[in-house]
């Protein structure tokens, strides 16, 4: 049988292990699930079709983006302050602030005429950050 000090230091010992667990599980990554993040760009694709759907199509690929950025664990209180501190992750960061900025544009006044190259602007901009975050897959051929 142990003795009471073997036991202090297996329940020890455990407690340690699991709160390393807890860090590891909360503060790195979560792998993003692809075919729901392609399947929701499919979507968003789909509301380009029609004028009148291109303001929810880049409200709708932001939200993609912010579900994204929050399951990679970016720092930070808003979406701002997440895409500042991941700037280093994005390939093209200057597309993904226009495309924030066309997005937070809609955002503020709910009738904002967007033009055909508004919306692709945004929409590439968008994709670009999904593939860099692994979201969504690249183009490139391996």
């Given at each position: 049988?142990?003795?009471?000090?073997?036991?202090t230091?297996?329940?020890l010992?455990?407690?340690?292990?699991?709160f390393?667990?807890?860090l590891?599980?909360?503060?790195?990554?979560?792998k993003?699930?692809?075919?729901k993040f392609i399947?929701?760009?499919?979507?968003?694709?789909s509301?380009?079709s029609n004028?009148?759907?291109?303001?929810?199509?880049i409200?709708?690929s932001?939200?993609?983006?912010?579900k994204a950025v929050?399951?990679?664990?970016?720092?930070?209180k808003?979406?701002?302050e997440?895409?500042?501190?991941g700037?280093?992750?994005f390939s093209?960061n200057?597309s993904?602030?226009?495309?924030?900025?066309?997005?937070?544009?809609?955002?503020?006044?709910?009738?904002v005429?967007?033009?055909?190259?508004?919306v692709?602007k945004?929409?590439l901009?968008?994709r670009q950050?999904?593939?860099d975050?692994?979201?969504?897959?690249s183009d490139?051929?391996?």
């Amino acid at each position: 049988m142990m003795s009471l000090n073997g036991n202090t230091s297996i329940a020890l010992s455990l407690t340690f292990f699991l709160f390393v667990c807890i860090l590891i599980y909360k503060y790195f990554p979560k792998k993003l699930n692809n075919k729901k993040f392609i399947k929701k760009w499919i979507y968003i694709q789909s509301l380009c079709s029609n004028k009148e759907s291109w303001s929810k199509a880049i409200v709708e690929s932001e939200l993609l983006l912010k579900k994204a950025v929050v399951r990679r664990k970016f720092k930070g209180k808003n979406m701002g302050e997440k895409l500042t501190n991941g700037q280093r992750t994005f390939s093209d960061n200057d597309s993904l602030w226009v495309s924030y900025k066309i997005f937070k544009k809609i955002d503020s006044s709910k009738k904002v005429v967007l033009t055909e190259t508004d919306v692709k602007k945004a929409l590439l901009g968008f994709r670009q950050a999904l593939r860099d975050l692994g979201a969504l897959p690249s183009d490139e051929k391996k």
